[in-house]
């Protein structure tokens, strides 16, 4: 890192373990190229990392300090988040506690003066403060990038009339496959690939208010900057820059970090969940290109109906398996498999609490990713060159199935009711059949323009320079 400080960024993330994660690759780069970094987190993320870490994880480094702010938080540490209020939580209860904070590091000679926000971009609020601090405030939307096309047009969809819907019939009497023609830059989009959040009949629900008012802030940003590459979103990027400030593309942010020289920077991670290095050394047990890897994030929930309905799909493969179950994955149990299933899959596969999801993915045994299509979980899979089956659970995540299946070539779709001949079918297809092998093609063509872009010259490598000129001579 440079010995002179350029600047000093207050990065916040959504109390998200994915959104947290991704302004954390943010923050390191910014403090790689000279800036003094000073990461927000509340006191939910706080207990999460310092009790997977351990209690020196967020003493931070030279010019990089971490700093919680008010005291959103769930108890018992392990229930999971409740997502209308959080969303409650950051509209009605942050701006003041973000507000005090910046005035303590206003007043703190002892630092560098703050010189610009980095805030998720579901933080608008960060832009309120902005304007009273007189501080320049970037967004960063640690989602795809046609997914937010997808949440800036709700409010054009409640104008329409087409959202809320009008009764629960529209969820079954074939509705959900009415096209969306009207969104530029959005192709062969029906109202079931659109993020989920809109999928209510109360027009006064948390959900679809919460991401309308959010978005109106947007185009007040200074800047936007997205976690993807110029070659996998051209179209869509183009339709953003008729509605954004300017869009800085930065992405594979996981790849781009490692060319960040400090080793210091290492010890930084903000995980929730420990992890496990016994599914790297399962892994290295196993023969190159057969495991199927199935983790469904930090987030997504699963009836005990669906995870039978995994388990004896992923048993009547035949397939070696890494199966990633984290705490609170079941809804209402942990995680309980099938009598039987540990006998009919031993010897073949690997049951395990969280891991390291890039060393996984990158992992020469790995065939093939069993995913709820969460951005950072996409991106990963892409750079990895490992094709997907989705399962896509809530919010993004159904506009970024669509792409990856529709668009980008390079997933199957399991329809939410889980069944385990169909999901069986997707993994055989994958790992047998003609279009697993044209998925396998295209993805690794997206792998190689990935690391094209984030290389000296690249898309993103020349993007990242300009996001550091504009953040440097705006104020």
């Not at 399991?414 to 998925?439: A, F, P, Y």
């Not at 000296?456 to 953040?471: A, E, K, M, V």
């Amino acid at each position: 890192m440079s010995k002179k400080v350029e600047g000093h960024a207050v990065c916040i993330p959504v109390p998200l373990q994915s959104h947290v994660s991704a302004m954390l690759s943010v923050a390191k780069l910014l403090h790689q190229r000279g800036f003094f970094i000073t990461l927000v987190i509340t006191k939910y993320t706080h207990k999460r990392i310092i009790r997977s870490r351990g209690p020196s994880s967020l003493d931070g480094m030279l010019n990089f300090q971490f700093k919680t702010i008010w005291n959103y938080c769930v108890e018992p540490i392990d229930a999971p988040q409740n997502l209308p209020s959080l969303c409650d939580s950051i509209s009605n209860d942050f701006l003041s506690p973000f507000c005090d904070l910046l005035s303590q590091l206003k007043s703190n000679d002892e630092i560098p003066p703050v010189t610009c926000i980095i805030a998720d971009g579901f933080m608008s609020f960060c832009i309120e403060a902005g304007l009273e601090f007189n501080i320049p405030t970037s967004q960063f939307w640690p989602i795809s990038a046609c997914s937010l096309l997808g949440f800036y047009h709700f409010e054009e969809l409640v104008k329409r009339g087409a959202v809320p819907f009008k009764d629960e019939s529209y969820f079954s009497n074939g509705c959900m496959e009415t096209t969306i023609d009207w969104i530029p830059g959005l192709k062969n989009v029906k109202i079931k690939d659109l993020p989920s959040f809109i999928r209510t009949t109360d027009p006064n629900d948390t959900f679809l208010n919460f991401f309308i008012q959010q978005l109106k802030w947007a185009p007040k940003a200074s800047c936007t900057i997205l976690n993807t590459f110029e070659a996998l979103d051209h179209d869509v990027l183009e339709a953003l820059s008729h509605l954004f400030p300017p869009i800085y593309t930065i992405g594979p942010l996981h790849l781009f970090s490692k060319q960040i020289k400090d080793k210091t920077q290492e010890k930084i991670a903000t995980n929730h969940w420990e992890e496990q290095q016994e599914c790297i050394n399962w892994l290295d047990s196993q023969q190159p290109n057969t495991v199927i890897y199935i983790n469904f994030g930090s987030l997504a929930i699963m009836t005990l109906d669906q995870c039978t309905e995994f388990a004896w799909a992923i048993a009547n493969s035949e397939q070696p398996f890494l199966w990633i179950l984290r705490p609170g994955v079941v809804e209402g149990n942990s995680p309980k498999l099938p009598h039987n299933f540990v006998e009919e899959t031993k010897g073949r596969g690997m049951i395990g609490n969280w891991c390291s999801q890039v060393e996984v993915l990158n992992h020469p045994s790995i065939k093939g990713f069993l995913t709820h299509s969460g951005w950072n979980s996409t991106i990963e899979s892409i750079s990895a060159g490992v094709p997907m089956i989705s399962w896509p659970f809530l919010g993004d995540q159904q506009t970024t199935c669509h792409y990856c299946c529709v668009h980008w070539g390079i997933a199957l779709e399991i329809q939410n009711n889980v069944k385990r001949d169909e999901v069986e079918s997707c993994i055989k297809e994958l790992t047998e059949g003609n279009n697993g092998k044209e998925m396998k093609a295209k993805v690794m063509e997206l792998r190689r323009k990935a690391e094209e872009s984030y290389t000296p010259g690249g898309s993103s490598y020349l993007n990242f320079d300009r996001l550091i000129t504009q953040l440097l001579l705006q104020n």
